[in-house]
C-alpha cells in the first residue's frame, strides 16, 4: 500500500516535472507532408523503419536555427540528446519493394509510425522518358517544419533504393537497399557527396546564389551517409514535367497549385493573384524571370550546371539541387562536358537554351492547364515569354558584368539605364577575350572532356583598374596578355596578332568609357572611381575563388582527418570556408589567416586549383 | 633611406605614423603599393587599407600579393610605386615567400632608389637584421609552421623591432634576456607607436622601450 501510493506521488511529481524537450520540435518532421494531400499522383508511400550504426557527423546549428529545430541561443555543439533526437528523426530507411516481396522480417518497435514519400519526377536518363518510372531514386522527404511563416521541405538522400531509381527501371526489377552489384540505384548515398554538397552549397548560399543545404549528414560504416537537405519548396520543373508529359492534366494542375500556394505562403511571392487564369500567368512569368536570371548568373559565375529539358538538376526557382555534377569553373572553361558513360552533358553555353526549353515546357504546361488541350511545344516558339526570357537574360548580362567590373549598384543602374549600347559593345569585347581557347583543342580530363580557356577574366577585372588609376594609360597589347593570360595558355595560344593586339585596346578604351560614363554624373574624378571600383573588383575576383576540383580535393583531405573531428568542427569548418569564399565587396569582416592545418591546406589547394573546373 | 615600421594598432592610433609615411614620399598624391603577408582575405585588408590611406587623398595603390603567381606587370609596377607597405601577419610565412620570388633584393634596391619602404608588425620585422623578435616570447610569438631555418632578414636597419609590446615583466624579461646576448639594440614598440627614418635622421612615434645588453630604457 505505501508503496502504491509512493508510486503515485512519483508518477504524479514526474508528470509535474516533465517539462517541453528543448527538441519537440523535431517530432513534427515525422514523414507527413502537404503534397500528401494537394498532389496525390506526385509521389509513392513507403514505410520506413530505424536505421542503426549510425552517427550524426554533421550538424547545420544555423540553419537548424533559422528552421526553428533548436532555439536560437541552442550551443553549436552536439549534446548526446541532440544526436539521438536526429538520429530518431533521419537515422531511415525505407521498406522497399524488395523487402515486401521477399518478406523480410524488422522488429515492429523499428517501425516508423507514418509513410514517406518518394516523389516522381521526370527524368531524360530513364528508358521511358514520360516519367512513369522515374523520381526519388534513393530519397525520401521527411517532412515540412515551419518557422517565422517559412515553410521548409526536408528531404533525405540515401535513404533505401525506390522503384523511381533507373536501376529499377532498366532491370525491371526491385532492387535491396545496399545492393553492391548496382552502385547508382542500391538506394544509398556515401559520405564525402554529403560533404562536398556541405561545402558548396555553404559557399553559394554565402554568394546569395539560391542552394539546397545540408541540415545533417548521419554516417554509417562503409562510409555511407543520409545527407538530410532543406529549402523552402524543394519542387522541381521535372515534378510538373511528369504529368505534363504524361498528359495527367488533373495532377498537373494539382502540384502547380500546390506550388504557387506555398510560394505564397513563404511570402517568396507577392501579391499573387486569385483568378486562375492571372494566377497562372503570373507564376508563368516568375518561373520565366527566375530561370533567365539563373542562367546568366550560372554562366556569369562559371557554373556548371547539368540541365536538360526535363527540369530535374534544378529547383523551379532556378535553386541548386543535386551537387552530383555542380562545378564551379576558374576560367569560362565553355567545352567541358561531363562523360556520364553513354553520353556527354550539357556544356556552360549550352545550359541557356535548356533553360529556355525548360521555360518553353512551362509555357505548354499553363496553356494545357488554361486551355485543357495540350498543344505541341513547337507551337510555343514565338511565345511573349521566350522573349521576355531573352530579355532578362541579356539583362541580366549587363548587369553581371557591370558588378564585376567593380561598379556600385548606384553606377550600374544607371549604366544600364542611360548606357546600354557601351555596356553591349563592351560585353562584346570581354567576351571576344573570354570566350578564347587553346589551340591544343579537345583533351580528356579525369571525368569528361575539355578545350581550355586561356584567359582569366577574373585577374584582367582585379588588376586593370589599379593598373590604370596608378599609370594613367592603358596597357600596351603584351601588357594586357601578361597580366590576363591563364596557365593554361601556351606559348603557341600566345603568339602576338594584330587582330588581338587591337582587341587588347578595344576592351580598355570601352572600359574606360564606362568609367568616364560613372565620372559625368558622379562628384569624383576618374582616379577615385577606378579606386573604388579596385577595391570591389579585388573582393569580387578574388584571386583564390573555389572550383569544383578543389572542393573534390578539400572534401578528400576531410575525409582523411575526419575521424578526428567533432561533428561540430566540421560545422565550424563550412562557415570558416564559406566566410573566406563570401565575394561580397561590403562585407565587414576580414577572415583571419587560418590556425589550423586543414584550413591552411585548403587554402593552398583553392590557390593551385584555382583556374581548373 | 626612408623607412616606417609600424607596431600595429587601430587605425585612429597609426595616424601620425600614416601621415609621416605619405610625407616621406614627397607627394601629394603617392602611388602605394599594398604586399600582404597572405593573400588568405588579403582583399579585404587591402580595401581596409586603401580607406586608410584615402585621408590624405592617395588614391593610387596597387594590391600585390606574393605568395601566389604573379604576372610582370604587376610586379614591375609595384616597384616603381613611391611606397611600399609590408603587412602583418605570418612573419615567417612572409619572409619565406618574399625570399622564394626573390623580392628581398627588389626591395632592397627600391629603398636605395630612394622609395619609401613601410612595414607593419612581421613587415617591420621583416626590414630588420633577422626575423628573432617572431620567434619569442613563447607566449606570443609566431608558429613557424613552414619551418623556416633562415631567420636572416633585409637588415635596412641596425636594431631589432619588437611590435605589440606590452609594458610587463612578462615581456621585459624577455626581452632582456634576449638582448643578453644579442648584438642589436632591440626596439620594443607598443600598438600605435612606430619608427620613421628619414635618411640619418630617426624619429619615435608613440611609445617605446630599447633593450640593450640586458637592460631597458624607456625612449
Redesign the interface.
Known sequence: MVTDIANMRLEKNREKNTIKSPYSQFGKINGKHPLQTSAPDSYILYKARKRKNGKVSFFHFDLAKEMGLISTNHANELNPDLEKQILETFSLVIINEYDIENKRKFAKEDIKDNFYMATRYLQLQHPDQVGNSSGDGRSIWNGTIESNGVTWDISSCGSGATKLSPATSIYKKFFKTGDPTISYGCGYAELDEGLGTVLFSEIFHRNRIPTERVLAIIEFPGELAVTVRAYPNLIRPSHLFLHLKQSNLKALDQITEYYIQRQSDNGSWKNVPKRRKDRLLYFLDKVTDAFATTAAKFEDEYIFCWMDWDGDNILMDGGIIDYGSIRQFGLFHHEYRYDDDDRYSTNITEQKAKSRYIIQNFIQAVDYLLTGEKKSIKTFQKHPNLKRFDEIFSDCKDQNLLYKLGFNLKETNYLYKNHRAQVKAFRKVFSYFEMAKSKKGIEKTADGIICNAIFCMRDVLRELPQLLSVRKKILEPAEFIEVTKSSYATKNDLIENSYRNQKTQEFQKKYLKLVKAVVAISKKDESKTLLEMATRSSIINKYDRVTGDSVTCIVEEVMKVKPRMKPSSIFDLSKELSNYQDLNPEKKETPSRPKHALMKYIHEVIKELREGI | MKLVLFSGGFERENKKLNQALVELTGKNNP?ITYIP?????A??????F?KRF?KFNV?????F?V???F????YE?AFK?DAIFLSG??TF?FLQNLRKKKLLKDLKKFVERGGVLAGLSAGAIIMTPSINTAGFPEFDCD?N?DGVMDWKAMGLVDFEFFPHFINSKRYGDEMKSYTELSKYPLYASRDGSGIVIDGKDIKFIGEHYCFLKGACFKL
Open positions: 602611388s603577408a597572405s593573400s588568405y582575405g582583399e579585404i585588408e587591402f580595401r581596409e586603401v584615402r588614391t593610387k595603390f596597387l594590391h600579393a605568395d601566389v603567381p604576372d610582370k606587370v604587376i609596377e610605386s601577419g605570418n610565412y608558429e609552421e
